[in-house]
């Protein structure tokens, strides 16, 4: 079956980017589905960060945008996540997921960064 | 942006009672080209990736037990739990996906016994 596992560093430093990537198993990306990230700061709700589609066309949460870049490595079966200048805000589980036909049916489970100098 | 803003916050319920949580959407997200309501419930235990419950605002996913039902249309959604077992104990979402690629999620809706 599918499955989604992300990867990276547990601890970033303030000011730094922070860099996610969700490897893909059981799927090929570029036979299609969007593929997307979604945080969770400590004892708080989900948020969508952004997706990507197997094309590589991506879209944005507006509040992130400026700061974020998702971007898709076919030959290795996985898509990445970078988020710039983070403060201690962005400190949160991060979260690979896959929705199919816009809801999110696949998830990997989950990693979590602190942002700390 | 669609705002999605549940209620309650939070809720106690007892051991084979209902359990009722709401979700409104700051706009429809109902498509009348295909008159389905881009809608889905999650429900997320601790330590656990969010576990989806239900989508088009009514169908359940596969294996989901039957006492979980979403029902309502346009900007105003319920899910509904006909008798709350102790494993129903967690943390639920509503998720909109009218304007997919992007989405927005509701803030939870915390649910214990009581």
């Known amino acids: 079956q599918v499955q989604l596992q992300e990867s990276g560093p547990g601890l970033v430093k303030p000011s730094e980017t922070l860099s996610l990537t969700c490897a893909v198993s059981g799927y090929s990306i570029s036979s299609g589905y969007y593929w997307g990230w979604v945080r969770q700061p400590p004892g708080k709700g989900l948020e969508w960060i952004g997706s990507?589609?197997?094309?590589?066309?991506?879209y944005y949460n507006p509040s992130l945008k400026s700061r974020v870049t998702i971007s898709v490595d076919t030959s290795k079966n996985q898509f990445s996540l970078k988020l710039s200048s983070v403060t201690a805000a962005d400190t949160a589980v991060y979260y690979c997921?896959?929705?199919?036909?816009?809801?999110?049916?696949?998830w990997g489970p989950g990693t979590l960064v602190t942002v700390s100098s | 942006d669609i705002v999605m803003t549940q209620s309650p916050d939070s809720l106690a319920v007892s051991l084979g009672e209902r359990a009722t949580i709401n979700c409104k959407s700051s706009q429809s997200v109902l498509y009348s080209s295909d008159n389905k309501n881009y809608l889905a419930w999650y429900q997320q235990k601790p330590g656990q990736p969010p576990k989806l419950l239900i989508y088009w605002a009514s169908t359940r996913e596969s294996g989901v037990p039957d006492r979980f039902s979403g029902s309502g249309s346009g900007t105003d959604f319920t899910l509904t739990i006909s008798s709350l077992q102790a494993e129903d104990v967690a943390v639920y979402y509503c998720?909109?996906?009218?304007?997919?690629?992007?989405?927005?999620f509701g803030q939870g809706t915390k649910l214990e016994i009581k």
């Open positions: 990507i589609f197997h094309s590589g066309s991506t």
């Open positions: 998720q909109q996906y009218y304007s997919l690629p992007m989405y927005t």
């Open positions: 997921a896959r929705p199919d036909s816009g809801s999110f049916l696949l």
